[in-house]
């Protein structure tokens, strides 16, 4: 599946933003998607993921700040992100897994096989 990632852009603290990804096919079957982060000089980070069971889960440092969806009908997976912080300053990235199984607490990077480009995201004071 080819994952196309748009809605990054340049936004001021304290303020809000949704990343779109859409999928070149159905994500009806894919098991996991998520968005990742990398910001310079540091490690690619989870942002979000969410099971095809719409179970999610978030990394500690968007958690309550951030809601992660998907839209089988429209193939695309969604970042909502608000209050948003100097250190959200990133590219973000999503990704497919479609073979992964098992609990949401389990996702790790190597699970996602697809990836989209990157999004960036500069939050400016």
């Known amino acids: 599946v080819q994952l196309q990632a748009s809605g990054g852009g340049l936004v001021q603290a304290r303020g809000s933003l949704r990343l779109s990804c859409v999928a070149s096919e159905s994500i009806r079957y894919i098991n996991v998607m998520g968005w990742y982060r990398q910001a310079p000089g540091k490690q690619r980070e989870l942002v979000a993921a969410?099971?095809?069971?719409?179970?999610?889960k978030y990394g500690d440092s968007v958690l309550g700040r951030s809601t992660i969806s998907r839209d089988v009908t429209k193939k695309t997976l969604w970042l909502d992100m608000s209050n948003l912080e100097i250190e959200d300053t990133a590219d973000y990235f999503c990704g497919a897994g479609p073979y992964w199984w098992g609990t949401v607490a389990s996702v790790v990077e190597t699970d996602f096989t697809s990836w989209g480009q990157g999004t960036l995201v500069t939050v400016s004071s």
């Open positions: 969410i099971t095809s069971g719409g179970y999610a």
